[in-house]
């Protein structure tokens, strides 16, 4: 079978992070909004910017830094995308996903994605961390469609149990282990930019959501279309629209993640090390 375009770019992306130097990670994780810190935690760190790996997209974000970071942390190589790309950049949904795929393809078995979001259930507050048990896209768009790219995986991929139990129960104990409060929920994508009406949000508890944001969902579907495993958590950095009536703003959703980000990095580095004793990351991802 020819190799395809998608794969041709995600080999030439692959090529120049290990021209760089970096390490073959097993883990990847991706920072969401205000949580870039996490990069400082990792040990003999090679930094590649986006904007020296072929086709991967720039960050316009405020808060979102644009590189990669390859080191160690609780003694696996981990991968950091520092930023990402949403669909309300108007990025097409296939290179909003082209930096986890690039992730895959450098050897991650696991993935770990980390999104700031709004709180929807009414017991969370701002710096809630809320480790994500399923999602509902509501997004209107698919990283995955469009011919399927038989090299990357299946026409129809499974999503029943698209963020890892296992990987959750290790989430689970490391937020334990450290003392820090982890609630877990149902994550819900829209589109954005704007943030969302009160009505929304009335409507989106009624549909089962505990958290809504902008990010994440596109990821986790092309990570489990490559067999990749996935684990994720929101930052609850505000009370969504309509809760407490303030109005909504980034900075705010930007400096609450800054507040939570000692317990946040905490936790994923105790994520992370829970992972290489358990050997859940071990076995390499497919690496084409
Ligand atoms: N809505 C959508 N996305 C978000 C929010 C929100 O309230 N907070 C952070 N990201």
């Known amino acids: 079978m020819p190799i395809s375009d ?52 720039g960050t316009t974000v405020v ?33 909003v996903v082209f930096g986890v795929r690039l992730l895959a393809r450098l050897g991650c078995a696991v993935v770990l994605l980390t999104n700031a979001a709004g709180g929807v259930r009414t017991s969370f507050r701002p710096g809630t961390l809320m480790l994500v048990t399923d999602h509902i896209n509501l997004t209107g768009r698919s990283p995955l469609v469009g011919p399927n790219e038989d090299g990357l995986g299946p026409r129809f991929p499974d999503l029943t149990r698209a963020y890892d ?29 704007s943030y969302e009406t009160p009505a929304e949000i009335g409507m989106l508890r009624l549909l089962g959501a505990d958290a809504v944001g902008m990010s994440t969902v596109p990821e986790v579907i092309a990570l489990r279309h490559m067999g990749v495993r996935v684990g994720a958590i929101s930052c609850i950095t505000n009370m969504a629209a309509g809760i ?45």
């Open 244 to 288: 407490t009536g303030e109005r909504l703003d980034h900075a705010e959703v930007e400096r609450t993640a800054r507040h939570a980000r000692d317990a946040f990095v905490g936790l994923l580095a105790g994520w992370i090390r829970l992972m290489g004793e358990a050997g859940l990351a071990g076995g390499g991802g497919r690496t084409g």
């Open 6 to 57: 998608p794969e041709v770019k995600l080999e030439q992306a692959v090529a120049a992070v290990r021209a760089a130097g970096a390490a073959e990670p097993r883990v990847g994780v991706v920072l969401g909004s205000g949580l870039g810190a996490f990069v400082e935690s990792l040990v003999a760190a090679v930094r590649v910017s986006y904007a020296d790996i072929p086709h991967m997209p």
């Open 63 to 95: 808060g979102h830094a644009g590189a990669l970071c390859v080191g160690t942390c609780g003694g696996l190589a981990v991968a950091c995308l520092q930023g990402r790309a949403h669909l309300y950049e108007g990025h097409a949904p296939e290179r």
């Open 165 to 193: 139990p296992e990987l959750a129960e290790l989430a689970r104990k490391a937020a334990a282990d450290l003392g820090i409060g982890l609630e877990a929920g149902v994550y819900a994508a829209l589109l954005g930019p």
